[in-house]
């Protein structure tokens, strides 16, 4: 089966500026997760969608990041002012329901100058 | 917060068994321990998990200790492909909750 997609896989931007990442998960998965990766620490949950609902999103800091996941498939993370913290990888997973195992994209690696 | 320790980092010879430790002295009745790795540049990957029971698959062997507060994640033979943070996650069964990761250990295979 094809993995969960994410692009793009690099983004170089400067603090203020705005900023998307797309996540397909794989085909049938209801639930999806955005987890943000800094450099040297294990990755944190941002958000976590069942089909297009919200289950968790206590750890995303609303007032600059966004997410919608509208037809329940495919997912958009938003940044929007971008600082100079929020360099770190995206990481994009989903799950199929009733499965215990997460499947991960690759990612996508923000830096923020 | 992860519920586990584990030490940063080691080291291991190429076609050893490679042996990485987890503590996790709170884990609850019903939670499983999970293993995931992390390969350079790549998403974390999923290797195993278990609740009480010894477990093998063809990647590797899951040790839980009796009393399920520690457990073993060995590779058998490892390969230079094997190096990767390896992250020892403990999770309800359900799948409700998030994984939570900690820092894992970061296993250098030496050649």
């Known amino acids: 089966e094809a993995g969960v997609a994410q692009s793009p896989r690099y983004k170089i931007i400067e603090k203020r500026q705005s900023v998307a990442f797309w996540c397909n998960p794989i085909s049938g998965h209801a639930t999806l997760y955005w987890y943000q990766q800094i450099l040297g620490q294990g990755p944190k949950l941002l958000i976590q969608?069942?089909?297009?609902?919200?289950?968790?999103d206590s750890q995303l800091p609303k007032d600059r990041f966004s997410a919608e996941r509208l037809k329940g498939v495919d997912s958009t993370l938003k940044i929007q002012p971008a600082k100079l913290e929020d360099s770190a990888v995206y990481l994009c997973?989903?799950?199929?329901?009733?499965?215990?195992?997460?499947?991960f994209g690759a990612g996508s690696r923000l830096t923020v100058l | 917060d992860a519920k586990t320790t584990q030490p940063p980092s080691m080291d291991c010879a190429e076609g050893r068994a490679a042996n990485l430790p987890c503590n996790h002295s709170t884990i609850s009745g019903n939670e499983y321990v999970y293993w995931y790795r992390q390969i350079h540049s790549q998403g974390p990957q999923y290797i195993i998990h278990?609740?009480?029971n010894n477990e093998t698959n063809e990647m590797a062997s899951l040790i839980i200790t009796e009393d399920r507060k520690s457990s073993t994640l060995i590779l058998p033979h490892a390969t230079l492909r094997d190096t990767a943070v390896y992250y020892c996650?403990?999770?309800?069964?359900?799948?409700?909750?998030?994984?939570?990761f900690g820092k894992g250990t970061r296993l250098s295979v030496i050649a």
């Open positions: 997973a989903s799950r199929f329901s009733g499965a215990n195992v997460l499947t």
């Open positions: 996650i403990v999770r309800d069964y359900s799948g409700n909750t998030p994984l939570v």
């Open positions: 969608f069942q089909n297009n609902g919200v289950v968790d």
């Open positions: 278990g609740l009480k």
